[in-house]
């Protein structure tokens, strides 16, 4: 393997996370290790007529527990709250702020989804503007829309406004930016990142994604796609992923940030180093906007590369944190493009998939599971894939089975896979 260039290293100081496990890191920590699942019945819109009833929803969380005016946030997103609260977090944790001299040199990159999606004004400009025929009249819709929608409402849909806000709450005026490139939208962050701080344009980043698809656009959109639970019988039971009776994600909502910092920056300070961002890999399937690649090739290209960037070779990697997201292609295909990167070795490398337990948090999910790469490292505890029951001969590696494992952890392989065939991989490691 070749070692990597020379470069500014970049480590991890802080952690934030609000999640359907739990508000804070520990909390979803303990759950995760305890194997608890975060599923229920969804609550935040009525979802009795709908194929999945079921989603993993942030609960007994308020942006007042952030220390905000609710009052300030009235019209803000759902998504956009999680992340001020996992910000906060991660900033206090780190303890970087009275380390700042330079604003300049503190930037904010997120993988940030869509906002809140005002549904019921839109079913009455429907409404308004159909007739008996459905035929829609423009004009109807029009002079409905302007009657009923909320421009600060709309603005607050732009999947750039958490990123922004972000940064006027800690005066971040260095590089800002968010991408949404679906499910791997906040590893991407992460890893981009990384990058910047690696070539020199900001010592300090808070990076990581937000999200909540849990409304009824986002819920009608993968009902639509086939890519959702059904399972509203048993909704702890139904993320299942590579178990064979696997039959769809489970919709989760959340955010996860993290403080990325220079090494040298955060040894002068006495930082707590968390561990160390030492490999990043992105490729495209280019194939199907909503099939990845039945060979893999998106996924093997990015592991490969992030091993490579890290200066690893495949036997090195003490845990892969999956993309696991228990539909019947993704588990099928991930697993075969692990056979394939780890060669003989990938019977020996425990994998599993936390989102059996926290649903999908789509935009948020991977910088929720470097966090849980993260906490794997410091405690040298691997999460295990709850609800694994029945193997399935095609999904045949280490899951880690329904319990959490002691195990050494000193690098651990996290993979975001996104519809649009986007594929990205963190490595961390142990500092």
Not at 278 to 295: K, L, M
Request: charged share 20%.
């Amino acid at each position: 393997m070749i070692a990597p260039r020379d470069r500014r290293r970049v480590v991890v100081t802080g952690i934030g996370v609000i999640n359907p496990l739990g508000n804070d890191v520990e909390s979803v920590w303990s759950a995760v290790k305890e194997g608890k699942s975060g599923v229920a019945y969804t609550t935040i819109f009525d979802a009795s007529k709908f194929p999945t009833k079921i989603s993993a929803e942030v609960k007994n969380w308020d942006i007042s527990d952030a220390g905000e005016n609710p009052a300030d946030w009235k019209y803000r997103g759902r998504h956009t709250k999680f992340a001020a609260g996992a910000a906060k977090q991660a900033v206090s944790d780190s303890g970087v702020m009275d380390a700042i001299k330079n604003p300049r040199r503190l930037g904010v990159y997120m993988g940030s989804g869509e906002g809140n999606q005002d549904f019921m004004s839109f079913a009455a400009m429907m409404a308004a503007a159909l007739d008996d025929e459905g035929n829609l009249d423009l004009v109807k819709f029009t002079k409905k829309g302007l009657e009923t929608l909320n421009p600060l409402m709309e603005l607050e849909q732009e999947p750039s406004m958490p990123v922004g806000h972000i940064a006027s709450m800690f005066d971040a005026q260095g590089p800002n930016s968010n991408c949404l490139t679906a499910c791997a939208a906040s590893s991407q962050a992460v890893g981009e990142a990384s990058e910047i701080i690696r070539r020199n344009e900001a010592d300090v980043m808070l990076s990581g994604g937000t999200h909540s698809m849990i409304h009824p656009f986002g819920v009608t959109g993968f009902n639509l796609l086939t890519a959702l639970s059904e399972n509203n019988d048993n909704p702890t039971k139904a993320s299942r992923p590579f178990d064979r009776l696997r039959d769809g994600f489970v919709l989760g909502e959340g955010a996860a940030m993290v403080v990325l910092e220079e090494l040298e920056h955060a040894r002068i300070r006495g930082a707590p180093i968390l561990g160390e961002i030492i490999g990043y890999g992105s490729t495209a399937d280019a194939f199907r906007i909503t099939d990845i690649h039945p060979e893999g090739r998106g996924a093997i290209g990015c592991m490969r590369m992030a091993l490579q960037d890290a200066g690893l070779n495949p036997e090195q990697i003490d845990y892969v944190n999956a993309h696991g997201t228990s539909t019947t292609v993704n588990d099928k295909v991930e697993s075969k493009a692990c056979h394939e990167v780890f060669g003989e070795h990938a019977m020996n490398v425990p994998v599993s998939s936390t989102k059996s337990m926290m649903g999908h948090l789509i935009a948020a999910a991977g910088a929720t599971e470097l966090i849980m790469c993260l906490m794997a490292i410091r405690d040298n505890v691997l999460p295990p894939t709850i609800n694994y029951e029945n193997p399935d001969p095609l999904c045949d590696l280490d899951y880690i089975p329904n319990e959490a494992r002691e195990a050494e952890c000193n690098y651990a392989l996290n993979n975001s896979f996104g519809f649009g065939g986007q594929n990205i991989t963190v490595i961390a490691s142990k500092f």
